[in-house]
């Protein structure tokens, strides 16, 4: 465990992803302390619209006279908790169901990947579209609808790496050696499949945080006046080109937030292979 | 064939086939042989003639529609065919019976050192009272020394992709020797490397189980290896024993045509590299008869009417040839 923080210290993108992801962190726990105008993530104050940037309001306010920086702070809550609710449940669904799959029996296997398929044939934004629209949009619908478009995905990579790693001579010398079936499975395909979970996981924070801020966008989302970027984006189109900064600086966070997960994704794949560690 | 009961294993009339689409492969017919306490026993044979299929059959890791039609396999004793899974993984896989595979490049798991790898085994399988892991170290440590793997401490700590493939193949055979078996499966261990290390490795193999008393049971195709090492030899083809018996009549007198055919193309000689024309017989239709017939140069048609019978011999050897199925 040493080894490996040692590792990730000296990985100068990981980092930058860390770093990123802790200032988005600590926004999303102590925002309400850190913001100029906390009040401002709910209220409206008509009598300050559409200010362009400057030091009182260094992102500006929006149509509705809120303090865009202070959104954007208190919106990072909203997005970390759906980007983690969604890819945490989605790997507790997928990653056994594709272990399983892969590596015991074939009936149930084939079984499994056409379900995935059933999923998988609908375009995630849609499926998304059709459950927020059954149920009253809300955040927890939105992460409802991404848990359940997103965990064929994992599904899928894990099933086709299991297959790959239980057919690997390590395997049938495992099995020479008298170690049980789930602890093959587990102790050590599980290991070897841990790379594209890791990297499915991050891609998925990343995409999770773009659908979810699409569905914000289409007003199936979070509602108003929740600070959520995806929705803030969506309110400023109205004052588009002027009001720039209202729609400007939330693009910029979702990128930044995307880009962390990303960084440190690779960098978590890269430090627990140990084949990948030499060349570092 | 006749097989004394009081060797270590014994492999008696073993027939396996496996359910395909195209109908039933038989891979295995009636294939017979004994390995007594300290020996070792070569099985030789092309690819595809089931040498590997003895192995699992004996580790009971046949895949799911393989099905064993007849015979026994005798180790110490009891049927391993009538054991369980269970039974099969806590006290004979890894525990009285050791494997060594075949390509040590894949034969670790990457993600774990290698020492760590190795002690699982120790773990499940070491004397009763003294699994614990120090006790597993120094007898690991000791093996390591054994196989001549240098600073035996630290390559412990070290991870698969960090040895060579002869350290890889040595650390593979103190695995499988970690919990004293009485008999190491060794599958082709050698054709990964090359042939200094095969020299090597297998000389190693040999003199550690004479030492501490271990059958190998030996599969190859290299006749070079098997006139050093072995005591015994196994020959098959398409599934079947076709001459069986103690190492140095065969190699000195060998019999069957398929035996002369397989020494002749050990590259030892002068001439240049040769082969046995054709293909091993399809185990899903076999030919009728004896099944070298089609490749066979002493083949009469006669030899395509009935099967042949094992024949015994004065110097100890078992035939399975019709033209001295005649003779006798």
Redesign the interface.
């Known amino acids: 465990m040493k080894y490996l923080i040692g590792l990730l210290i000296r990985d100068k993108t990981a980092v930058l992803g860390f770093f990123l992801f802790a200032v988005i962190f600590f926004c999303a726990i102590g925002g309400e302390y850190m913001v100029p105008y906390p009040e401002d993530a709910f209220d409206a104050k008509p009598w300050q619209r559409m200010l362009p940037p400057s030091a009182e309001h260094i992102f500006g306010t929006d149509g509705m006279g809120r303090d865009v920086f202070s959104r954007l702070v208190l919106g990072s809550r909203i997005a970390l908790i759906i980007a983690f609710v969604t890819v945490f449940f989605s790997m507790i669904i997928g990653v056994p169901l594709g272990l399983f799959a892969g590596y015991y029996g074939k009936k149930f296997g084939q079984f499994i990947m056409r379900l995935t398929d059933v999923f998988l044939a609908v375009p995630q934004l849609v499926l998304a579209l059709v459950f927020a629209t059954i149920m009253r949009p809300s955040v927890s619908t939105a992460m409802l609808a991404l848990t359940i478009t997103y965990w064929p995905l994992f599904c899928r990579v894990v099933y086709s790496e299991t297959r790959r790693v239980a057919a690997s001579p390590f395997v049938d010398a495992l099995e020479a050696a008298g170690c049980s079936s789930k602890r093959i499975l587990f102790m050590h395909i599980l290991p070897n499949v841990l790379p594209v979970i890791i990297i499915r996981a991050t891609i998925g924070m990343g995409v999770t945080i773009l659908v979810a801020a699409a569905l914000g966008f289409l007003g199936l989302g979070a509602v108003p006046p929740t600070p959520e970027w995806g929705l803030m984006i969506a309110e400023s189109q109205r004052y588009l080109p002027s009001g720039w900064w209202i729609s400007v600086f939330p693009g910029i966070a979702i990128l930044i937030t995307v880009l962390s997960f990303n960084l440190i994704g690779d960098a978590l794949r890269d430090a627990i292979d140990p084949r990948l560690r030499r060349s570092r | 064939m006749n097989i004394d009961q009081d060797n270590l294993l014994c492999v008696k009339d073993l027939s396996v086939s496996i359910h395909t689409p195209n109908g039933n492969a038989y891979i295995l017919h009636q294939v017979s042989f004994e390995i007594k306490q300290g020996e070792v026993l070569g099985l030789i044979g092309e690819s595809g003639c089931g040498k590997s299929t003895v192995i699992k059959s004996i ?1 009971g ?1 046949l895949p799911g529609n393989a099905i064993v039609s007849q015979g026994q396999i005798i180790f110490k004793g009891q049927d391993l065919l009538k054991l369980n899974e269970s039974q ?3 006290s ?4 009285r019976v ?2 060594i ?3 040590p490049a ?7 050192t290698v020492g760590e790898q190795i002690l ?2 120790w773990r ?2 070491g004397p009763v009272g003294s699994r614990d892991r120090q006790s597993g170290i120094n007898q690991l440590i000791y093996l390591l020394d054994r196989v001549q793997i240098a600073d035996p401490i630290s390559m412990l700590n070290r ?1 698969p ?1 960090q040895f060579s493939g002869g350290q890889r193949q040595r650390l ?1 055979i103190a ?1 499988a020797l970690l919990c004293k078996p009485d008999l190491v ?1 060794a599958d082709e261990p050698t054709t990964a490397l090359d042939v200094t290390t095969q020299q090597q490795i297998l000389h190693l193999l040999a003199d550690l189980g004479k030492e501490f008393g271990i059958s190998v049971l030996l599969v190859t195709h290299d006749f070079g290896v098997v006139s050093q090492i072995c005591d015994r030899i196994n020959i098959m083809y398409a599934g079947q024993t076709v001459e069986y018996g103690p190492k140095r009549p065969m190699l000195q007198n060998p019999e069957h045509p398929y035996t002369v055919a397989l020494m002749n193309c050990h590259p030892n000689k002068l001439n240049s590299l040769s082969g046995i024309p054709g293909v091993v017989a399809s185990s899903l239709e076999p030919p009728t008869g004896c099944r070298f017939l089609p490749r066979c140069i002493r083949g009469l048609p006669s030899c395509s009417n009935r099967e042949s019978n094992f024949v015994l011999r004065d110097d100890g050897r078992y035939l399975n040839c019709t033209h001295y199925d005649y003779v006798i």
Not at chain 2, 92 to 95: A, D, K, L, T
Not at chain 2, 106 to 112: E, R, S, T, Y
Request: glycine share 6%; aromatic share 16%; no cysteine.
């Open positions: 580790l890791l099969l993984s806590t004979i896989r890894g525990q050791g494997f595979p075949q390509d894949q034969a670790f798991n990457p993600n774990f699982e085994i499940w399988h991870y992709h593979l695995a499966l």
